[in-house]
């Protein structure tokens, strides 16, 4: 470890030495860094996708879409979009302040320190550096020790494309994690689990240093199927999608648990068992698109929330698991108990609960009684149930009629409120994530006003009180005397 913290302190000052040169602060540099992370994507598309084979039994298809594919669009549209992005944004002041003017300026933080989880490990790890890079910083990577091939893959190559006085690369643990957070950074991305958050965010008060965590949980989905009735194909398959279609449910907003009406359930289960075949036909575990558990330690943890009896007792669909090949069956369960852990920890994993309601308006207060989820997945067409969603519950998101996508969607913001974490990225909003925005005013000698300053008279009060009110017209006739 003294190897590493020498490591870690040379890095560490190349960085900074790099930040003060100026160079990561040119537009220029910060689009010859994109367009390399690009490149470097596209060079190494196979090689990737063997990494998240090897880490995660990934098929291609699923690694391009939610990693490679992913990371080349946000890049893409970083580079074009960072002309625009830099531009300092007037600010149209107050006539109480004329003839001053005002504007914002988005300055980089500095050296920021990135560190990823493994279930996307290599969009996960880049995403975020990409918005570091933007907005013209300097940038440590340290990838989740759990997907240890995407983390060699990243550590080898990102030198070979990128800056490497400004970009690096780190691996290791939760040792190598506790050095880096010993040191004093300018801006810290964190991505994971509530728990390590925590550590994040108290190493992180030390310095004072501004933190971005984004988090997981617990995404409920809706399903209001009197509203739906007619596109449940659809519903059905989307929700599958999201649960067992990406990372085996790894995923911080796949599908956790489905509310539905109690008369519906037993329908809702049936549409289910055709959607699971035709994606992943009779032998999932042979199929080659199901991603597999990443480790024994969560396969395990996953057999312990399956193994509860009352929770056994609730499966209808699947069940099956091989501590092997790391697989678990793409799983249904029908009213688990809501004391279980699997009701009260994030699944991560392809299990399914069904939790039946009496009426459909219910679930609002079931998610109400549950921490601030990442996203709330709602299938309606009833504008009120929408409405009374948006405003009686808090999250890092809602989508209607769709589960993830929003995820895709760089025009919106990504991020979680309360437990599933703070700030936001994802398109225009990482490059502001990266960001200091300082407000810059500019005065003019020119004028001066009398009433700013002591000594402390009731006319100096009265201009003061009408100037806060912007009361100009009778500031006007306070200082032609016609006004007391
Ligand atoms: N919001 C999102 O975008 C998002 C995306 C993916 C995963 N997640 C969440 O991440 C969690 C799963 O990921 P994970 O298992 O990699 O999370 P984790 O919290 O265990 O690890 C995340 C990172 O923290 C590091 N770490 C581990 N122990 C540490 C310690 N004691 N001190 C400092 N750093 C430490 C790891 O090396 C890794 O780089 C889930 O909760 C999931 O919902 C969130």
Same mark, same amino acid.
């Given at each position: 470890?003294?190897?590493?913290?020498?490591?870690?302190?040379?890095?560490?000052?190349?960085?900074?030495?790099?930040?003060?040169?100026?160079?990561?602060?040119?537009?220029?540099?910060?689009?010859?860094?994109?367009?390399?992370?690009?490149?470097?994507?596209?060079?190494?598309?196979?090689?990737?996708?063997?990494?998240?084979?090897?880490?995660?039994?990934?098929?291609?298809?699923?690694?391009?879409?939610?990693?490679?594919?992913?990371?080349?669009?946000?890049?893409?549209?970083?580079?074009?979009?960072?002309?625009?992005?830099?531009?300092?944004?007037?600010?149209?002041?107050?006539?109480?302040?004329?003839?001053?003017?005002?504007?914002?300026?988005?300055?980089?933080?500095?050296?920021?320190?990135?560190?990823?989880?493994?279930?996307?490990?290599?969009? *996960?790890?880049?995403?975020?550096?990409? =918005?570091?890079?933007?907005?013209?910083?300097?940038?440590?990577?340290?990838?989740?020790?759990?997907?240890?091939?995407?983390?060699?893959?990243?550590?080898?190559?990102?030198?070979?494309?990128?800056?490497?006085?400004?970009?690096?690369?780190?691996?290791?643990?939760?040792?190598?994690?506790?050095?880096?957070?010993?040191?004093?950074?300018?801006?810290?991305?964190?991505?994971?689990?509530?728990?390590? =958050?925590?550590?994040?965010?108290?190493?992180?008060?030390?310095?004072?240093?501004?933190?971005?965590?984004? *988090?997981?949980?617990?995404?409920?989905?809706?399903?209001?199927?009197?509203?739906? $009735?007619?596109?449940?194909?659809?519903?059905?398959?989307?929700?599958?999608?999201?649960?067992?279609?990406?990372?085996?449910?790894?995923?911080?907003?796949?599908?956790?648990?489905?509310?539905?009406?109690?008369?519906?359930?037993?329908?809702?289960?049936?549409?289910?068992?055709?959607?699971?075949?035709?994606?992943?036909?009779?032998?999932?575990?042979?199929?080659?698109?199901?991603?597999?558990?990443?480790?024994?330690?969560?396969?395990?943890?996953?057999?312990?929330?399956?193994?509860?009896?009352?929770?056994?007792?609730?499966?209808?669909?699947?069940?099956?698991?091989?501590?092997?090949?790391?697989?678990?069956?793409?799983?249904?369960?029908?009213?688990?108990?809501?004391?279980?852990?699997?009701?009260?920890?994030?699944?991560?994993?392809?299990?399914?609960?069904?939790?039946?309601?009496?009426?459909?308006?219910?679930?609002?207060?079931?998610?109400?009684?549950?921490?601030?989820?990442?996203?709330?997945?709602?299938?309606?067409?009833?504008?009120?149930?929408?409405?009374?969603?948006?405003?009686?519950?808090?999250?890092?998101?809602?989508?209607?009629?769709?589960?993830?996508?929003?995820?895709?969607?760089?025009?919106?913001?990504?991020?979680?409120?309360?437990?599933?974490?703070?700030?936001?990225?994802?398109?225009?909003?990482?490059?502001?994530?990266? $960001?200091?925005?300082?407000?810059?005013?500019?005065?003019?000698?020119?004028?001066?006003?009398?009433?700013?300053?002591?000594?402390?008279?009731?006319?100096?009060?009265?201009?003061?009180?009408?100037?806060?009110?912007?009361?100009?017209?009778?500031?006007?006739?306070?200082?032609?005397?016609?006004?007391?």
């Amino acid at each position: 470890m003294e190897a590493m913290k020498e490591t870690v302190d040379q890095s560490l000052r190349e960085m900074r030495d790099t930040f003060a040169s100026g160079r990561t602060r040119s537009v220029k540099w910060r689009k010859t860094q994109l367009e390399a992370i690009i490149e470097m994507v596209k060079d190494n598309e196979d090689k990737m996708c063997d990494v998240l084979f090897q880490d995660l039994g990934k098929h291609s298809t699923e690694a391009f879409r939610d990693e490679l594919g992913f990371v080349m669009r946000s890049a893409t549209t970083a580079l074009n979009s960072l002309d625009k992005w830099v531009v300092p944004r007037k600010s149209n002041l107050p006539l109480l302040f004329y003839p001053a003017t005002g504007k914002v300026i988005s300055e980089p933080y500095g050296t920021v320190l990135v560190l990823s989880s493994w279930n996307f490990p290599i969009s *996960l790890s880049l995403d975020p550096m990409i =918005g570091a890079i933007s907005a013209g910083n300097t940038v440590l990577l340290k990838a989740s020790e759990l997907s240890p091939n995407a983390s060699a893959l990243l550590a080898k190559t990102i030198p070979s494309y990128l800056d490497n006085k400004a970009i690096k690369v780190i691996e290791g643990g939760p040792d190598v994690a506790t050095i880096l957070l010993q040191h004093q950074w300018d801006k810290i991305f964190f991505t994971g689990s509530p728990r390590i =958050g925590k550590i994040i965010m108290a190493a992180a008060a030390e310095h004072l240093t501004p933190v971005t965590l984004e *988090l997981g949980g617990k995404c409920p989905t809706i399903i209001d199927h009197h509203s739906v $009735s007619k596109d449940m194909k659809s519903v059905v398959k989307r929700i599958s999608g999201g649960k067992w279609g990406s990372c085996s449910g790894q995923a911080c907003i796949s599908v956790d648990y489905v509310l539905v009406e109690q008369s519906f359930a037993s329908s809702l289960i049936e549409m289910f068992k055709p959607v699971i075949k035709s994606f992943f036909g009779e032998n999932p575990k042979e199929s080659g698109c199901v991603a597999r558990i990443v480790t024994k330690k969560h396969f395990q943890r996953l057999s312990r929330l399956l193994n509860d009896p009352r929770v056994q007792a609730s499966i209808v669909y699947g069940g099956s698991m091989d501590e092997e090949k790391l697989y678990v069956e793409p799983t249904i369960l029908l009213n688990p108990p809501l004391d279980s852990e699997i009701m009260n920890e994030e699944i991560f994993g392809p299990v399914l609960p069904i939790i039946t309601l009496r009426d459909i308006q219910e679930s609002i207060g079931f998610i109400k009684s549950k921490p601030k989820p990442l996203a709330i997945y709602a299938f309606t067409k009833d504008e009120k149930l929408k409405t009374r969603i948006l405003s009686e519950t808090s999250s890092g998101s809602v989508t209607f009629n769709d589960v993830m996508i929003q995820y895709m969607c760089d025009a919106l913001p990504f991020g979680g409120v309360g437990e599933s974490g703070m700030g936001r990225y994802h398109g225009k909003y990482s490059f502001e994530c990266f $960001s200091h925005e300082k407000a810059i005013m500019e005065g003019s000698l020119a004028m001066d006003l009398e009433a700013r300053y002591p000594p402390w008279n009731n006319f100096k009060l009265t201009f003061i009180r009408l100037a806060f009110r912007e009361a100009y017209f009778k500031l006007v006739l306070l200082m032609l005397g016609l006004k007391r």
